[in-house]
Nanobody, 119 residues
Framework: QVQFVESGGGLVQPGGSLRLSCAAS????????MSWYRQAPGKERELVAA???????NYADSVKGRFTISRDNAKNTVYLQMNSLKFEDTAVYYC?????????????WGQGTQVTVSS
């Protein structure tokens, strides 16, 4: 059974920092690309950052230079370090696990954690 435990969200002032964590179980974590998505009220869910099974990363332009994604395969956990937070970073943040083979794709989502940037 696939499970995620997301944590680290909360209320922070503009310019502040938060570190999100997503601890996973029920699948072979090290074989999956792990991503963080976010969804703000009234907007579509968007990719924030991703890290492949071999450590390659990519980021949305809006967070480059401010956010850092990392993973610890020994702990089955993916992190998102968020610095210099802005009002527009306010959203529910979701972690996602993804892997594809020649036969099918596998995708699992976390339950989300709220990040609110407010003064």
């Amino acid at each position: 059974q696939v499970q995620f435990v997301e944590s680290g969200g909360g209320l922070v002032q503009p310019g502040g920092s938060l570190r999100l964590s997503c601890a996973a179980s029920g699948f072979t974590f090290s074989s999956y690309t792990m991503s963080w998505y976010r969804q703000a009220p009234g907007k579509e869910r968007e990719l924030v950052a991703a890290i492949t099974s071999v450590g390659g990363t990519n980021y949305a332009d809006s967070v480059k230079g401010r956010f850092t994604i990392s993973r610890d395969n020994a702990k089955n956990t993916v992190y998102l370090q968020m610095n210099s937070l802005k009002f527009e970073d306010t959203a529910v943040y979701y972690c996602k696990a993804y892997r594809s083979s020649s036969l099918r794709a596998y995708a699992y989502w976390g339950q989300g954690t709220q990040v609110t940037v407010s003064s």
